[in-house]
């Protein structure tokens, strides 16, 4: 997982990607949210952007993890070193999410900014850094995933892309009030509850709950599932 790691901060790529996903955050929070002007030392036009901005980012981060290799034949390679499919999943895997945590930690400016200013819910803005680590994880299991179908890069971030809008759609308060009235409540509810935005949202206002944890380890865990399955079949033909 380590060499995976560092592999990102051998390459231009990563500190390009960090400074777009630095440069997004800040243009979201203080250009369309205007922080600023809101008057209150609040991040939650900070975080309320992520599921957004992780849907395209997180994406292009995985669409290379399986791809790549498959691309430049040397998946084959690494299988033949002494680690198993699960081991060599797990270690890309984290190492990407790692890399995402870094890029988050670089916005500690913000808090700082908020800080400045006023006097932020510290508690909350922790939740909501936890909560956008979950989000992330989410994201690069099923892109994960994606780029374990193809070794076309594009193809495996437009697919990782349509995947990650339907967990959010599903539980974005437009799309589920324009159902209300239509659909039984239940139904809603039921559709709601496989969202990312859903369980995001109480993260994002200071809420850590036991559910929250148990749907995206377990989203993750199910994608990550579906990638050694299709590795396994690319392999075994």
Known sequence: MARE????FGSPIAYVFIVIFLLLCGFFTFNISKFYEAGQADLRPFFEWHPWIFLFMVSAVAMRLWADERKSG??????TLP???TQAILGKFLAAWMFMGISLVLTFP?????MYLGDPDLGA???????????????????TMTSAMTRNQVISF????????????AGWPPVTD?????????VIELISGFSIMTHYMGMQKGVLDLRDFIYYFSLMSF???LTGVILTGRRSS
């Not at 790691?5 to 990102?8: E, N």
């Not at 324009?178 to 239940?186: E, H, N, S, V, Y």
């Open 5 to 8: 790691l560092w592999s990102y």
């Open 74 to 79: 040397t998946m084959e390679l690494m299988l």
């Open 83 to 85: 680690l198993t499919l």
């Open 110 to 114: 913000l808090v700082i900014t908020a």
């Open 125 to 143: 803005v922790f939740t909501a850094y936890v909560g956008s680590m979950l989000l992330a994880g989410a994201y690069l299991s099923i892109g």
């Open 158 to 169: 437009v697919v990782s892309v349509v995947i990650g809008l339907f967990f959010v759609m």
């Open 178 to 186: 324009a159902l209300a009235g239509k659909l039984p409540r239940l």
């Open 223 to 225: 994608m990550l599932v």
